[in-house]
């Protein structure tokens, strides 16, 4: 039994009505208002629209989900935890509501109220149930109640027979209703109030009140239940079953009567009972709200037994009686019968210590372990202690473990003792004692408190130190896994050889047997679902089940096939010791009975009675907040979901990305024990588990995308939902994340840097336009410079030479030369403003500059120009005057200064291009062509020249080679010369080679 009252959450402690809804919420109904609880807090509702609910007398919730209240201030109704006032009740007529009824036949709502039953339509319900402020609904009163009960209009309670008749009870009075009349069934003498109202069939109703007893109406007449007592508090039906609850009893009705079920302690202010989907009781008092739920386990009354206000061992003696150790060396013995008794084992076992544990040897003896005065033993009712001077290795004993082998071992501080008994009677209370201790103590108290022998009947040792194992040289430390030390509250084999270890701070450890060692399998901690991971104790039982001992409780681990360890968890509720302890063993009973004595008391149970709680909790999303309920959900929804109230098809923009879930499994056996588990699905890769009791969880941040939040949950046996609750919701990006804003974004990008290339493509071919005509202007007055340079110069060679004819009375070829010398200035003039000619025009002038040359020189030089017919193609063009100042170079340089025959051959000729012939069979230039100008000398060579040239006083560089390599550079860029001097077979200088390489356009100009 637990009870809630002020101290527990409640607003005030008188409470009057009880609902469980669909969802399994608790609603709890006040003198001070209306809470709801989940298992674990109670949430008020206070006021209704700023309207103070009150005292509520009644709450009723009706198939489509509408929870209705009934107060002293009128009626309100609440959907989906929010509550609201209806309009109606704040007339003045419609206060007092009592109780509330379903007709699922006409489908209409009554409710019993100050001015008699009234009742809403299916229409007015769904008007009320969207619109609950509406003001133009007015409920429906039973025709002839003014008339019948014209002296006390109120209704108290209502119900509904197998005919679908109403009945209603008020102050003193039953009365039926039957379509529009009502007849009075029954007066009560004493004026007693009829509350309760339970249908017994076609034409019978059980009736009763607060200050009479059980009154049933069969065939016509009322008859009264004359062994029940007064005080009928409320009158339900569970199961197809009809009960009543009373003060102090509740009762099974029959037809035959009433038959009492239990007796329970609650006296006085019974106001309301209801049965939850879990088959809890709760209760409704003046007092608080008492919560009654199947007990398992049965504590040992410390008022009966005192004795066994703090035990420290649990034995079982021959006749299989159970045995308690006590303090200040106290044993007892209890018997068996309908009141069982303790007895005391003996006066006193030893002076002072705790008796820890306890054996029976096959004659009967019984020994004892006492935690620092030695190991006892009982025979014929005298004691003597046996301790050090006896051969044990030490005094202080915690565990009495019997051996394969005969004997047993007594195990304590830093050791263990094996006391052996001898086969001779005379030496049987003489046995030999075996030492066993440790190689090497480690520092500090030692202290080992339990042990089990393996399968070989080797000893092995748990305590604060760890596991130990026993070899022929001592105690050695054994680590199950790392060197992590162990603290080993306890430990025990199972009925299939596997050793079970209890820890303090580490958990329940599972170890199997491989033929030298124990090998650890598994461990159980706080994550695999125990309540805590420090461990009093560990005891497997003969039907394979697993119990550890906590601080506060006890937890049961049980294997389910192809589902693997269920654990569940028992405290106080489950009749477990109310209290905390620091110490506790666990003992099975020959009889099956299991025992578990504590520091706090003694406990006894029957696991076999144990029935698993099979209703799953109801999961529900209860809440969803934005930014913690800074923006309303009901903006980005199509609708609320009129089962939950939580938004449909939510689409949230890609700023309101903070979501706040508040869900709920109702289990309310034992809340404490319930597990959750949820996942946002895009977010969580795992299960998620909740902090106890915060049944919360904030995602913050979300990017973009559709989501899915799971949540599911498992009562305290561990039974989980079928299914998880859902919710799905969608954030949206935001426009520039959007595939239209980048495929937009990309055409607009696409077009911008069209529109970017376009105006630089322009840009750039303005300005390359611009610059070409620069550069062709640059170039033209370049080429116009050279020739300015290049026409006095050969202006200066020609005069010269003439000059030399006059000088040497050579009149008549001075008048031919000059002649000629006219004619070659005419051409000169003539071209002088093209940048390009013909090379016929180029040959006709070089032709007239040799001869002249020849003639001043006196026909020394033997000149040819070899043009492999070019010059007939009036299409190649090549630059003006190019090729004269190589030749001038020639003669002044090379052959001025050489003795005999003095040479001089000009070739032109075309290279590296695909011969092409036309008709006539005349080859046809190309653009891959190259134009090659060849002149070759047999002069003096370039070496000896420059050395005349440095002894000459006058050293006048000639500017006409440079000025033609300037103007082939401006001319085109890949245009060059090359000079190569010559030799002959003793290596003697034998002449020049200037090359020229000119490329020829598309138009065949050079």
């Not at 209801?274 to 410390?302: C, H, Y």
């Not at 009973?589 to 099979?614: E, K, M």
Request: charged letters at 20%; aromatic letters at 12%.
């Amino acid at each position: 039994m637990t009870v809630f009252g002020t101290k527990d959450g409640l607003p005030h402690n008188a409470v009057h009505a009880l609902c469980q809804d669909r969802n399994g919420y608790l609603w709890v109904g006040t003198a001070a208002g209306l809470s709801r609880y989940n298992g674990y807090r109670f949430e008020h509702y206070l006021q209704a629209d700023q309207q103070r609910i009150g005292h509520v007398n009644s709450l009723f919730e009706t198939p489509e989900g509408v929870l209705w209240i009934g107060a002293e201030t009128g009626m309100f109704m609440a959907i989906h935890g929010k509550v609201h006032p209806v309009s109606s009740a704040f007339g003045g007529k419609f206060k007092q509501v009592r109780s509330f009824l379903w007709d699922s036949l006409q489908h209409r709502l009554w409710f019993a109220c100050a001015t008699g039953p009234y009742y809403f339509t299916k229409q007015q319900i769904e008007t009320l149930r969207h619109q609950p402020a509406a003001t133009h609904v007015f409920p429906e009163v039973q025709p002839e109640w003014e008339t019948l009960a014209a002296d006390d209009l109120r209704a108290f309670s209502m119900a509904l027979d197998g005919r679908n008749r109403l009945w209603v009870g008020n102050a003193n009075r039953l009365i039926c209703c039957e379509n529009n009349t009502c007849r009075l069934v029954w007066k009560s003498p004493t004026n007693d109030a009829i509350d309760c109202l339970l249908s017994a069939g076609a034409d019978s109703m059980y009736f009763g009140g607060h200050s009479s007893t059980l009154f049933g109406y069969f065939n016509g007449k009322v008859e009264q239940f004359a062994d029940s007592m007064y005080y009928v508090t409320d009158l339900f039906e569970h199961n197809k079953e009809r009960f009543f609850f009373s003060a102090g009893e509740m009762y099974r009705i029959t037809r035959e009567g009433v038959v009492k079920i239990w007796d329970h302690s609650i006296r006085v202010g019974i106001s309301d009972v209801i049965v939850d989907r879990e088959n809890n009781v709760w209760v409704a008092t003046w007092e608080g709200l008492i919560k009654i739920s199947s007990r398992f386990f049965e504590q040992m009354p410390l008022d009966i037994y005192p004795e066994l206000e703090e035990v420290y061992g649990i034995g079982v003696a021959k006749d299989g009686a159970p045995l308690f150790g006590a303090n200040h060396g106290k044993a007892y013995q209890l018997t068996s019968g309908l009141k069982p008794k303790l007895q005391a084992i003996h006066e006193r076992i030893c002076p002072n210590a705790n008796i820890n544990d306890f054996y029976t040897d096959p004659w009967g003896r019984l020994w004892m372990a006492t935690e620092y005065e030695g190991l006892a033993v009982l025979e014929s009712g005298k004691t003597r202690l046996l301790g050090k001077k006896d051969g044990l290795y030490d005094e202080g004993l915690f565990d009495l473990l019997p051996s394969k082998n005969g004997g047993f071992w007594a195990i304590g501080d830093a050791g263990a003792s094996k006391i052996h008994f001898s086969e001779r009677p005379i030496h049987r209370f003489a046995p030999q004692i075996e030492a066993c201790r440790m190689i090497k103590p480690p520092e500090g108290l030692t202290t080992f408190t339990c042990g089990v022998e393996d399968p070989t009947g080797n000893l092995w040792l748990g305590g604060n130190r760890g596991l130990y194992k026993n070899t022929l040289q001592g105690l050695v430390e054994f680590h199950l896994f790392s060197d992590k030390i162990l603290i080993i509250s306890d430990m025990n084999l199972d009925q299939t050889g596997r050793l079970w270890i209890s820890t303090l701070g580490n958990g329940l450890f599972c170890c199997g047997w491989n033929g030298v060692d124990w090998q650890l399998q598994q461990i159980f901690t706080e994550k695999e679902g125990l309540f805590s991971d420090n461990l009093l104790a560990v005891l497997p039982d003969s039907k394979g089940r697993i119990w550890v001992g906590y601080g506060f409780g006890l937890g049961l681990l049980e294997m389910e096939t192809g589902k693997g360890w269920n654990i569940r968890y028992f405290n106080d509720r489950d009749g477990l010791f109310p209290n905390g302890c620091h110490r506790m063993k666990i003992k099975e009973a020959p009889d099956g009975v299991l025992w578990t004595v504590s520091t706090s008391g003694v406990c006894h149970f029957r696991p076999d009675r144990f029935t698993r709680n099979q209703v799953a909790p109801i999961v529900s999303i209860r809440e969803l907040q934005l930014f913690d309920g800074y923006y309303d959900c009901t903006s980005y929804c199509e609708a609320l979901d009129p089962e939950t109230g939580l938004p449909e098809n939510l689409t949230l923009p890609h700023f309101i990305n903070n979501l706040r879930f508040i869900f709920d499994g109702l289990s309310l056996t034992n809340p404490d024990d319930n597990r959750f588990r949820f996942m946002l699905a895009g977010v969580d890769k795992n299960w998620r588990t909740p902090e106890h009791g915060d049944l919360r969880v904030t995602y913050p941040k979300l990017p973009p995308g559709a989501y899915t939040f799971y949540v599911e949950a498992a009562n305290s046996d561990g039974i989980w939902v079928h299914q998880p609750t859902t919710f799905q919701f969608v954030i949206l990006a935001p426009f520039w994340q959007k595939t239209w804003f980048w495929v937009m974004l990309l055409g607009a990008f696409v077009a911008l840097t069209i529109i970017i290339a376009t105006n630089r493509i322009r840009r750039i071919r303005q300005q390359e336009t611009e610059k070409s005509r620069i550069q062709a202007q640059m170039a033209d007055l370049k080429v116009q410079a050279l020739r300015a340079q290049i026409n006095p110069h050969f202006i200066f060679n020609c005069l010269a030479g003439i000059q030399e004819c006059v000088l040497q009375e050579q009149f008549m070829a001075a008048n031919d030369y000059l002649t000629r010398f006219a004619r070659l200035l005419r051409l000169i003039l003539e071209r002088s403003d093209k940048s390009f000619i013909s090379l016929q025009q180029e040959l006709e002038m070089l032709y007239l500059y040799l001869d002249l040359e020849n003639t001043r020189l006196g026909q020394q030089i033997e000149y040819r120009i070899n043009t492999d017919s070019l010059e007939e193609d009036q299409s190649l063009l090549l630059p003006a005057f190019i090729i004269q100042p190589f030749v001038e170079n020639a003669i002044w340089h090379g052959l001025m200064h050489k003795t005999g025959v003095k040479q001089l051959k000009i070739d032109i000729s075309t290279e590296n291009g695909v011969a092409q012939f036309n008709k006539s069979g005349k080859k046809v230039l190309s653009e891959e062509d190259m134009l090659i100008i060849e002149i070759t000398d047999n002069g003096i060579g370039r070496v000896k020249s420059a050395e005349i040239r440095r002894n000459k006083i006058s050293n006048q560089q000639s500017k006409g080679i440079g000025i033609i390599e300037e103007r082939l550079q401006l001319i085109h860029r890949n245009a060059s010369i090359r000079y190569e001097d010559l030799y002959d077979e003793a290596g003697n200088a034998a002449g020049t080679k200037v090359r020229m390489e000119i490329p020829l356009n598309t138009n065949g100009q050079a």
